[in-house]
């Protein structure tokens, strides 16, 4: 969402003329890496990933001690689309399937594995699992070489809507105790509806596990700059929403969603000036 971080920098910029913003790539683990480090004064991150670094858990190294929330941005669903005529409708019915999934590493891949893990599988029982990114699984899924595909992204998603308009689509959905299994492992998890509708085609309402992209910054960072950005977000939500349509109902209220990070101290001073109550 390099494109968000342009539009928070130059709403920012345009608010406080004496700061200046440098917008970088970056993924959720390395810009954790990057603000305990210092070379960061805010990064966006994947609240589970973020959680995990507290305690050192892999990937991370070793325990983050200066990383601090700062506000919730937008929930990322861990999507399982299914092609409607593989005969998938449960996770174990995944066991000799074509899987498309994403990268090594990244965030769907690891959820991915440990979805299968709840049903006794692996990846190794499946028929083929392909690591590619969204666009291509999505055709993969179209060219019928894969029957189960799956991803964290925001909802909805392009490569998702994509597929729904070539092909009859089946959203699997996450039961209680499936759900269990990941909120055991990291209290970020939500579990979350996705509405019937949401892509063409599915046309009933589906529980998927769930996490939020965030924004953190150094605990011991300026606190003025991280008060410009959270109000640079709170009052220009519009803007946003046109960036991403998740954040089209950001409130403040669910950007001080506590997600078992700490918050900055400057961002529980900016949602108390603004109303919130309870942060500790």
Partial sequence: MVSGWRSIKAIVERELPDVSMTVTPGAGVSNVVGVEAGRFQIAFANSISTVDSLSGKEPFRQATTNVCNIGILYPQYFQIVALADSG????????????????LGNTGEFLTRELLSTAG???DDLESVAHTSYSDSASQMKDGHADIFTLGSSLP??????????????????????????????????????????????????????????????????????KAVLGAIADNIDSFA?????????????????????????AKEFYAERGVEGLE
């Fill in 157 to 226: 998603t392009g490569s998702v809507m994509d597929l729904a308009s070539a092909r009859d689509i089946r959203m699997i959905d996450v039961d209680e105790e499936t759900f269990k299994h990941f909120k055991d492992q990291n209290a970020a998890f939500q579990l979350r509806e996705v509405p019937a509708g949401s892509y063409p085609g599915a046309d009933e309402s589906v529980h998927a596990i769930s996490y939020d992209t965030h924004m953190v910054a150094p605990c011991d960072s300026d606190g003025e700059l991280v």
């Fill in 121 to 123: 599988l692996s990846f």
């Fill in 88 to 103: 998938v409708e449960t996770v174990a019915d995944m066991k000799g399937k074509r899987l498309t999934t994403q990268q």
């Fill in 242 to 266: 046109s960036v991403t349509k998740s954040m089209a109902d950001l409130t403040v209220e669910e950007m001080a969603t506590d997600i078992g990070v700490p918050f900055h101290p400057a």
